[in-house]
């Protein structure tokens, strides 16, 4: 079995920043692929970011570009998110996955096996 933690959410600003963390243990820690996906109330999830344990690959969702980024760190296994920038449309709950989708299915959420319990981040206006 593979868990995911994730921390560092909480209430900011609009153009404020925020670094999400994702801890993750268990059986090979899952996969070689960890994104974040957020969701809204009213809204589907959305994907934001997705990073490989094994490639250079690192795509991020538009609506977020140039403001977020992903990394990891293998050695302790975990993955962060990087916010800065933050508006109002970014309030969500922020949950880590993980998986082994190809590099054209990273934004697809059905590819991710294990996820973690999510984190929530409030920006206000």
């Known amino acids: 079995q593979v868990q995911l933690v994730e921390s560092g959410g909480g209430l900011v600003q609009a153009g404020g920043s925020l670094r999400l963390s994702c801890a993750a243990s268990?059986?090979?820690?899952?996969?070689?692929?960890t994104a974040w996906f957020r969701h809204a109330p009213g809204k589907e999830r959305e994907f934001v970011a997705a990073?490989?344990?094994?490639?250079?690959?690192?795509p991020v969702a538009n609506s977020v570009k140039g403001r977020f980024t992903i990394s990891r760190d293998n050695a302790k296994n975990m993955v962060f998110l990087q916010m800065n920038s933050l508006k109002p449309e970014d309030t969500g709950v922020y949950y880590c996955?993980?998986?082994?989708?190809?590099?054209?299915?990273?934004?697809?959420?059905?590819?991710?096996?294990?996820w973690g319990q999510g984190t929530q981040v409030t920006v206000s206006s």
């Open positions: 996955a993980v998986g082994q989708p190809i590099v054209s299915a990273y934004s697809n959420s059905q590819m991710y096996r294990y």
């Open positions: 268990g059986r090979s820690s899952g996969g070689h692929v």
């Open positions: 990073i490989s344990r094994s490639t250079s690959a690192r």
